[in-house]
């Protein structure tokens, strides 16, 4: 790794607050974490969360897997 590459991991986690088909960043960053699968997600491919959970899925598979354990 050099200067110009970015490490993913803690001080490049946000924090957000997931809303009905947005977010909001509480805490600046670059990615998020998958609540399902624990791979990073860089916040400008974030696509699926749950506003409910306040968790963050890496795509549809994991957020129905989800939302089948919370709602089944």
Not at 4 to 32: E, I, M, N, W
Request: glycine residues 10%; charged residues 25%.
């Amino acid at each position: 790794m050099n200067a110009h590459d970015r490490d993913l991991t803690g001080q490049d986690l946000a924090k957000l607050h997931y809303g009905d088909g947005d977010f909001a960043v509480l805490k600046p960053g670059r990615h998020v974490v998958c609540a399902v699968t624990g791979k990073t997600i860089p916040l400008e491919q974030l696509r699926y969360w749950s506003a409910a959970a306040q968790e963050a899925y890496a795509g549809p598979a994991e957020a129905l897997q989800r939302w089948k354990e919370l709602n089944g």
